[in-house]
């Protein structure tokens, strides 16, 4: 069983940024892809970003891309960060980082075997 353990959220005012990490623990599984998904409150979760095993791919929701970067520290290290820029209210959510069984990025929460408890990020006005 894989641990996903999530940091890098908080508070920020509107047009700021933040960066997310993510570090899997216990019995890893390596090469694999990874993403990154947010729930607001009275919302389903959905998608952010995604990248492949080895960095080479992403995929980014339509209202993240331009903003936010995903990318991975690479080799045997499994540690995905989440750069995001301009960030607005609607970017407010508890964000998740979770871990797939395949190499490349993929967009559906069921396609996600590991799932971290979340980061919460809180964008003011």
């Known amino acids: 069983q894989a641990q996903l353990v999530e940091s890098g959220g908080g508070l920020v005012q509107t047009g700021g940024s933040l960066k997310l990490s993510c570090a899997p623990s216990?019995?890893?599984?390596?090469?694999?892809?990874m993403g990154w998904f947010r729930q607001a409150p009275g919302k389903e979760r959905e998608f952010v970003a995604s990248i492949s095993w080895n960095g080479d791919t992403t995929l980014y929701a339509d209202s993240v891309q331009g903003r936010f970067i995903i990318s991975r520290a690479g080799g045997n290290d499994n540690t995905v960060y989440l750069r995001m820029n301009s960030l607005s209210a609607e970017d407010t959510a508890l964000y998740y980082c979770?871990?797939?069984?395949?190499?490349?990025?993929?967009?559906?929460?069921?396609?996600?075997?590991?799932w971290g408890q979340g980061t919460q990020v809180t964008v003011s006005s």
């Open positions: 216990g019995r890893t599984v390596t090469n694999v892809a």
């Open positions: 979770a871990m797939t069984t395949g190499l490349l990025p993929k967009m559906t929460t069921s396609e996600y075997i590991y």
